[in-house]
């Protein structure tokens, strides 16, 4: 099994636009939790960045990150497809790359990968928005301690082959092979698998994944996907 740790910040001063690449060693904050700001005359229960007064509330410097990170935790696909415009607007708040949210502890590049899951999301949009992340330091290797989760598990978890790529490439050798305790030390293959997620299973594969890593809970899962997989 591999260790579960979290590695160190990658050193560099690059700019990406108007965003400093993280220094080595930057203090990470955890911000507390808020709930998501909306309308005071808003008809619907979610956050919509399309709406004009939503898209005010998203542009104004008073709206916290905090809250920001509230409208990431919303699970809908007009939250989700526009991960980078949100993003972006978290971070010109001096949101630090691997600054967590307070109540999932995810950084911006795990809300990225989840954003990216079919059906809600845009990958194509969480992939791009990802290798801004990258480029400014974001730890590909970074956990949620609530979840154990790295990056890679929730793009495995949400069968984004997309995303799978994006953190791989910016990812250690080895590192497709690293394992979730909350998935009873499974690696990504064995999350994608259980989830029956065929296209992260694949681009896993592809990229180098071992299928002999067993852990008995998930090889029956395993066997099932990739023989489903075949038939289809």
Avoid at 3 to 29: I, Y
Avoid at 122 to 129: G, I, L, M, Q, W
Avoid at 187 to 200: F, K
């Amino acid at each position: 099994m591999t260790k579960e740790d979290v590695s160190e910040p990658a050193e560099g001063d690059a700019v990406l636009g108007c965003f400093t690449r993280n220094a080595p060693h930057q203090r990470v904050v955890i911000h507390q939790v808020a709930s998501a700001p909306r309308p005071s005359d808003c008809e619907f229960s979610f956050f919509d960045p399309s709406e004009p007064q939503c898209r005010e509330i998203l542009q104004d410097p008073n709206t916290t990150i905090p809250e920001l990170f509230a409208v990431l935790r919303q699970w809908v696909p007009q939250v989700q497809k526009n991960i980078d415009v949100i993003g972006i607007e978290i971070l010109k708040r001096g949101c630090g790359v691997n600054d967590r949210d307070g109540l999932t502890d995810m950084s911006l590049l795990h809300y990225c990968c989840k954003a990216g899951a079919p059906g809600i999301g845009d990958a194509e949009t969480a992939a791009s928005f990802a290798r801004q992340l990258l480029a400014l330091g974001a730890d590909p290797n970074l956990r949620s301690r609530w979840t154990n989760m790295r990056a890679l598990h929730y793009a495995a978890y949400f069968d984004v082959p997309q995303l799978v790529g994006v953190v791989l490439q910016a990812s250690q050798p080895g590192e497709v092979d690293a394992t979730c305790s909350d998935f009873e030390f499974g690696t990504a293959l064995h999350i994608a698998a259980s989830n029956l997620c065929t296209s992260a299973v694949k681009r896993l594969l592809e990229l180098g994944a071992n299928p002999a890593f067993r852990v008995w809970f998930f090889f029956l899962s395993f066997l099932f996907c990739i023989i489903t997989h075949q038939q289809t």
